[in-house]
């Protein structure tokens, strides 16, 4: 009986592990292991965001997504893998992290397609002036202090890789500083009632042109890294050129699809597929060109003729987004965060450094910047406050970085907590600034967690 029990426990152990004839040989996995994996993965990562996504709103006034975000880091090496790396290599071994990056990829993407149905053109015609002057201070300001701090940083082994140029390694922390975390952006101002709202449609914009933008100057930090001239010149030329394609073209290749939709009443099986076939497309074209899939998703939403057909995107597809789709995304940029090569007085003072540096060219430029155009100073404050979130936009980007040899673990680290941190004080510092007199005067519905989600994603004809 004891033989047996143990046996059993044994086998019940070994579950996790790889399986199929070529066990022995080779440790390989096979499609049934990938399936065991992922089923656990998403059931365990479900978990974690919703309790840490609960928690961050009840004490911490935090929106779903911040506290989303956090789950992520908490689920990798930083915590999790520090505490119970056997159990952790077991549940996220390296092996799976392919399935997690497809279905983060796809999720993010499917959601600034869906952040890009509600966005109100006719708010950015009329704040074109200011969108135009924040994007242009959001971008000059981050690489002006860039060029200031690099040649430092160069000089703190271990930071950068080797060779580096002061060039490349200027434009890749500009590009780092830059970001707007353009998804984490968007749900924060969809969780917040912003969405349908001139400063939501501002902040969005400017976010998405900074974003662009450093996608392209990363491009061009790849280039001089070995990756060639023509990465850049592709990732430029190609974005632009989808952009005014669908700006100029694509609506009105897309007004035959909202015709069928308001003639038919609703947004039928074929018609869906439709839709998501061309968001596959536009994702795909992003990613091929090196900018990013969230940007073809954006885009096409953007385009997409409002009214009954977006009601209806967002009634189908939305929630298993926002549910399932997204906390994928956090996780999977978690397993790659490593805090604890920070370890040091001399680094946490680097990481201090960086991080008011960072805080000092986004919220604060993006503040002169708005002002300058004309808006009041409340308005002006939020949208710094907004653009100054990073998340893990930034994520990605030096993700990108570490995985091409431009930035060492320790540098990966830093940044990885100033995106946490300007993250953080996103929400709390726009409340402070904007958000509670905007309420208080009926400007902006109550804070209500899903609800006020739900309600910012409903699309009202622009």
């Given at each position: 009986m004891t033989d047996m029990l143990n046996e059993l426990l044994q086998t019940v152990g070994d579950v996790l592990g790889a399986h199929g004839p070529a066990v022995n040989a080779a440790q390989s996995y096979t499609p049934t292991d990938y399936s065991i994996h992922f089923f656990l993965q998403i059931a365990v990562i479900?978990?974690?965001?919703?309790?840490?996504?609960?928690?961050?709103?009840?004490?911490?006034?935090?929106?779903?997504?911040?506290?989303?975000?956090?789950?992520?880091?908490?689920?990798?090496?930083?915590?999790?893998?520090?505490?119970?790396?056997?159990?952790?290599a077991?549940?996220?071994p390296k092996e799976t992290r392919n399935m997690l990056y497809v279905g983060a990829q796809f999720g993010v993407g499917l959601y600034m397609f869906l952040v890009g149905t509600t966005l109100r053109l006719d708010h950015f015609q009329s704040k074109a002036k200011s969108a135009v002057a924040v994007s242009a201070a959001g971008i000059a300001a981050p690489f002006l202090f860039a060029a200031m701090i690099t040649p430092f940083l160069l000089d703190v082994p271990g930071l950068f890789t080797d060779g580096l140029g002061q060039a490349s390694a200027t434009l890749f922390m500009g590009a780092c500083i830059a970001l707007t975390a353009f998804p984490m952006l968007a749900r924060i101002i969809n969780e917040r009632g912003l969405a349908n709202t001139s400063?939501?449609?501002?902040?969005?914009?400017?976010?998405?042109?900074?974003?662009?933008?450093?996608?392209?100057?990363?491009?061009?930090?790849?280039?001089?890294?070995?990756?060639?001239?023509?990465i850049a010149l592709i990732a430029i030329i190609g974005g632009l050129g989808f952009a005014l394609f669908m700006y100029f073209v694509g609506r009105r290749l897309?007004?035959?699809?909202?015709?069928?939709?308001?003639?038919?009443?609703?947004?039928?099986h074929g018609l869906l597929a439709v839709v998501l076939m061309l968001y596959a497309m536009s994702a795909f074209f992003m990613d091929a060109v090196g900018i990013h899939a969230v940007f073809g998703g954006f885009l096409l939403g953007a385009c997409m003729p409002r009214g009954l057909l977006t009601?209806?995107?967002?009634?189908?597809?939305e929630p298993l987004t926002v549910v399932f789709l997204l906390p994928m995304f956090f996780t999977y940029s978690g397993l790659n965060t490593q805090l604890t090569t920070v370890n040091s007085l001399s680094l946490l003072a680097i990481a201090l450094g960086i991080l008011l540096v960072s805080i000092a060219a986004k919220f604060g430029a993006c503040w002169l910047a708005a002002?300058?155009?004309?808006?009041?100073n409340r308005t002006a404050l939020g949208i710094g406050a907004l653009m100054n979130a990073r998340g893990l936009m930034e994520l990605i980007i030096i993700n990108i970085g570490l995985q091409k040899g431009i930035i060492g673990p320790t540098l990966f680290a830093i940044m990885v907590l100033m995106a946490i941190v300007t993250t953080v004080m996103a929400g709390p510092l726009f409340e402070i600034v904007y958000g509670r007199k905007a309420r208080a005067a009926g400007e902006l519905g109550t804070l209500g967690g899903e609800a006020s989600h739900d309600e910012a994603l409903k699309v009202r004809p622009a």
């Open positions: 479900l978990l974690v965001c919703r309790v840490v996504g609960w928690a961050a709103k009840k004490f911490l006034g935090q929106p779903q997504v911040v506290g989303e975000m956090i789950a992520g880091v908490l689920l990798g090496p930083s915590l999790f893998g520090l505490v119970f790396p056997d159990l952790q077991a549940l996220f400063l939501g449609t501002l902040s969005l914009t400017a976010g998405a042109f900074d974003d662009a933008v450093s996608w392209c100057v990363l491009a061009i930090v790849l280039a001089t890294f070995g990756g060639g001239p023509a897309l007004i035959p699809l909202g015709r069928a939709v308001e003639a038919s009443g609703e947004l039928s009601e209806e995107i967002k009634r189908k597809i002002r300058l155009a004309g808006e009041d």
